[in-house]
């Protein structure tokens, strides 16, 4: 696999989730190397697991007291595209929702085109699994010779359990995760806006559950657990290579994402030519 970037810039404005605040993001190519950047104040914020700061309701990168919050819908869009380079220059502290998905900044990857940077890019692979755990919360690296992900979700009524097995790829990813939108409970919506988040969350931009089931027509009958293998897929691409192993997440979040991405990138780092074992 080859190194790649944006043949083109593109740009958007749009409300920030949490903190409903009106921000501009313009994301734009980058040589091979570079890696994914965050820009903000004029600060460079690499989009690698060490810089994660938080992880409790969305992935928060941060350096030197700057931060940008919200980036794992991005940064799904560009990984399950296999953009590998790319600088994003934010005005504000939270990358807008959007629709709630991938799917916008899918279709302008789509728009500006890919250009392949000739380099060859880095591959994770493994000859014995990773196991992080939290309680009964589980996200595991296993052996093998492409990327695929299992995801397995269990919530209260009414989503209740969902599965979904896929071997990512720009195509799959493109029909069968990143419409996925971001989700949650009417009564979790309305405690979290009066703690001051959840600002710029609507109808428009994530599904509702209540009691009875969801305020809005579903783009899949497990579209829940689709939107968890967007999220995860956004924060494994903190790991700044393709990881050539199977995931299976049961119950994760960002937490226990963030944690596996730092085992992956520790062995990266080992060995940055082409290839990682675990031990």
Request: one cysteine or more.
């Amino acid at each position: 696999m080859t190194e790649k970037t944006l043949a083109a810039s593109f740009h958007f404005s749009g409300v920030a989730l949490h903190t409903g605040a009106q921000v501009d993001v313009e994301v734009s190519p980058a040589a091979a190397g570079v890696g994914i950047v965050f820009v903000r104040d004029g600060i460079e914020i690499p989009a690698v697991a060490e810089r994660v700061v938080e992880t409790s309701r969305a992935t928060v990168l941060g350096l030197g007291g700057t931060t940008v919050s919200t980036v794992e819908h991005l940064l799904s869009a560009l990984f399950g595209m296999q953009i590998g380079n790319a600088r994003i220059t934010i005005s504000g502290p939270e990358v807008p929702v959007v629709d709630g998905s991938a799917q916008w900044f899918v279709g302008q990857i789509e728009r500006v085109g890919v250009r392949d940077l000739g380099v060859e890019r880095a591959n994770v692979t493994l000859d014995a699994p990773i196991v992080e755990r939290d309680g009964d919360r589980l996200i595991v690296a296993l052996p093998a010779d492409r990327f695929s992900v299992r995801c397995i979700v269990d919530f209260p009524h009414p989503v209740g359990s969902e599965y979904l097995a896929l071997t990512i790829d720009e195509a799959t990813y493109a029909r069968e995760v990143a419409g996925a939108r971001t989700f949650g409970y009417l009564h979790e919506v309305e405690a979290l806006r009066a703690r001051g988040l959840a600002q710029g969350g609507s109808l428009e931009n994530a599904v509702v559950f209540g009691p009875d089931g969801p305020l809005q027509t579903l783009r899949w009958s497990n579209e829940v657990v689709r939107h968890k293998m967007l999220d995860l897929l956004g924060d494994l691409a903190l790991v700044g290579a393709w990881p050539q192993c199977e995931i299976v997440a049961v119950k994760s979040g960002h937490a226990l994402h963030a944690r596996m991405s730092s085992r992956l990138r520790e062995r990266l780092l080992a060995n940055p030519l082409s290839e990682v074992s675990s031990s």
